[in-house]
């Protein structure tokens, strides 16, 4: 018996000027299969043997789903000072606050998230080739509530 | 009279709380009450279950999370049940997350 379930982990990703983002250290498969619909979109291609639907990925919906995906928490702070809450909030209104911070902070946010995925995806694939047997359970738990 | 079990926090309406297993949401609850019994101190939570993902309510450790200004109030889960429609859980003692 092998174990497939993770144990839920985060990680923090430190940003400019002393800010911070929580984010998730792996993705469930239902987590990546969200990413997956969240970045596509329906395209209609009409022919002479009619009309056909298909999906197709579009870039910018892909861009803000995989920091919707990931991100769990940051340190980021309103024009009062005021912490931006997004932890434990609807994915609406964690949309709406990616939407309301400057460009650059975005960016930051985004290539911050990107080079985290792409790391896990590189230790992952290094966990894979030096693997002996099943992995033994993993007790420990870093938790964002 | 002072040893009968007592509200000590209430959340109304769509007020939620949340069932966590760490950043997974197991259950948001709404309409929820702890109460606390005075002569054992013990917490107890019940509420109305407005979600539920029956698989990670299975999972441990679970936490009960109230989003509030001041922080997070959370406590962790000793034991949960969720029946048609409620959930009453064990609570340990309350940790405040700013």
């Known amino acids: 018996m092998s174990i497939r379930v993770r144990r839920p982990a985060t990680d923090r990703l430190d940003l400019s000027d002393g800010d911070y983002l929580v984010v998730k250290r792996d ?58 809450a997004i932890a434990d909030q ?21 290539t911050a998230i990107n080079a985290h995925q792409a790391a896990r995806k590189a230790a992952l694939d290094e966990e894979k080739k030096t693997r002996r047997g099943a992995p033994a359970p993993d007790r420990t738990l870093t938790s964002v509530g | 009279m002072l040893d009968e079990p007592r509200t000590v926090f209430r959340g109304l309406g769509a007020a939620a709380g949340f069932v966590k297993h760490a950043y997974r949401l197991a ?5 929820y009450t702890i109460v606390v019994d005075p002569p054992t101190r013990r917490l107890t939570l019940g509420g109305t279950v407005a979600t539920s993902d029956p698989f990670l309510l299975t999972q441990t450790p679970l936490v009960f999370v109230v989003p509030t200004q001041a922080g997070r109030l959370r406590w962790p889960i000793e034991s949960v049940q969720v029946a048609n429609g409620r959930v009453v859980a064990a609570l340990g003692p309350l940790l405040v997350e700013r």
């Open chain 1, 90 to 110: 609807p994915p609406a209104v964690v949309r709406s606050a990616l939407d309301t911070i400057d460009g650059d902070a975005y960016t930051e946010v985004q």
């Open chain 2, 27 to 31: 259950a948001t609850v709404v309409d």
């Open chain 1, 27 to 84: 993705l469930t498969a239902g987590e990546f299969r969200e990413l997956m619909r969240a970045s596509s979109k329906p395209v209609t291609v009409t022919s002479a043997a009619g009309a056909q639907t298909t999906i197709e990925l579009d870039p910018i919906a892909a861009s803000v789903a995989m920091v919707m995906a990931y991100l769990l928490d940051w340190s980021f702070a309103d024009a009062d000072g005021r912490k931006i």
